[in-house]
């Protein structure tokens, strides 16, 4: 078997009605040189017997029966890879049939670059899209407010393997894994985001304790990785979160949460659109299912 050049790390947990979808985004990709390492998260639903169905020699799953968190699971992915580069994909995503192609062109000619991400088209549980976040493209303008959080979206991320390797997810962290290891990392790495949409991004509902949890994350984030630096700004970063965590209580509470989600959206140009319902309808077949 020729060793992958692109190793994927995907964590799941109770994903039996997603991730058929998700590994047939994978398993369309332009570019084939690639492992697939599931770890499934303790599921208590049929998601491994799902994964399973796919028979494809790339995809390998490691199923222990234990809830251990997504940093743990991402962390046990980069140690088991064997690719030079190291990739995120969630198992209710969709990547458009470039993601991997792209990102891989970009790293390589960027030999300065240690991560990459891409633009995303956040869809909802009908497949239909909702919008596109704002995204900066350079590590200069990504990190530039680095105390409000970092543009990149987490389930974009394509990396160098050495990168992942000296520095692993903090597994302390339930939330904002990924906030916390670009805050930690920032000043002595280089970050870049390619203006393609090259992941469709699951919403559902927004959830309050999910948005509040990761506020408190950050928060912790910031504190262990800024008050080294000495002064009062640390509190001031911890007390922007928890003025934006009371805006996130009122929108949820008062119902406003979808409307605000689309406010802070960008509308897709038409050719977005049309090109969403191309890899949407691509992933609703049975590839690689024997």
Known sequence: MNTPLISIGMSVYNCESTVKHTLCSVLNQTYDNWELLVFDDGSDDHTVAVVRQFRDKRIKVFADKQNKGLACRLNQAVKESRGDFFARVDGDDIIYPERFEKQLEYLKENPDVDLVGSRVLVFNEQGHSVGSYPFRKTHEDICSRFWAGFYLPHPTWMGRIKWFQANPYREDMKKAQDQELLLRTFRYSRFACLSDVLTGYRMSCLSLKTILTGRYYFSRALMINERSRG????????????????????????????????????????????????????????????
Do not use: F
């Open 231 to 290: 002064g009062l700004w640390p509190m001031v970063y911890i007390c922007q979160q928890m003025m934006k965590g009371a805006v996130d209580i009122v929108a949820v509470t008062t119902g406003l949460n979808y409307k605000i989600l689309k406010h802070r959206a960008i509308q897709p140009a038409r050719a977005e659109e049309d090109q969403w319902r191309i890899v949407w309808d691509g992933c609703s077949s049975d590839k690689g299912i024997n």
